[in-house]
Nanobody, 120 residues
Framework: QVQLVESGGGSVQAGGSLRLSCVAS?????MAWFRQAPGKEREGVAR???????VYADVVKGRFTISIDNAKNTLYLQMNSLKPEDTAMYYC?????????????????WGQGTQVTVSS
């Protein structure tokens, strides 16, 4: 099973920026970011396939950018204009074949998560 390791989380004030990274130990056809805030269900943030198809959750459109460095098997999430409601544990997920939906938990691999805290 492909291993995923996230990094880049931290604490930032509202309006600030962070960049998350997720390194995969092998090839995955599609990768995504999810997040889960305390007391809330996990939600999909963005996903991107190796072919370039990109999908964002409405709540992050225009503020977050997902990208993949195919040579490094690394997924990124550039988060700008952060809001306190973006505070959550952020998880990387990946699919070996095809691409799963952001509303589905049917992804082949999951990372351990990296915490993002945005203060007002």
């Amino acid at each position: 099973q492909v291993q995923l390791v996230e990094s880049g989380g931290g604490s930032v004030q509202a309006g600030g920026s962070l960049r998350l990274s997720c390194v995969a130990s092998g090839y995955m056809s599609c990768m995504a970011w999810f997040r889960q805030a305390p007391g809330k269900e996990r939600e999909g943030v963005a996903r991107k396939s190796r072919m370039g198809t990109t999908v964002y959750a409405d709540v992050v459109k225009g503020r977050f950018t997902i990208s993949i460095d195919n040579a490094k098997n690394t997924l990124y999430l550039q988060m700008n204009s952060l809001k306190p409601e973006d505070t959550a544990m952020y998880y990387c997920a990946a699919a070996r074949f095809g691409c799963s939906s952001l509303s589905s938990d049917r992804w082949d691999s999951w990372g351990q998560g990296t915490q993002v805290t945005v203060s007002s």
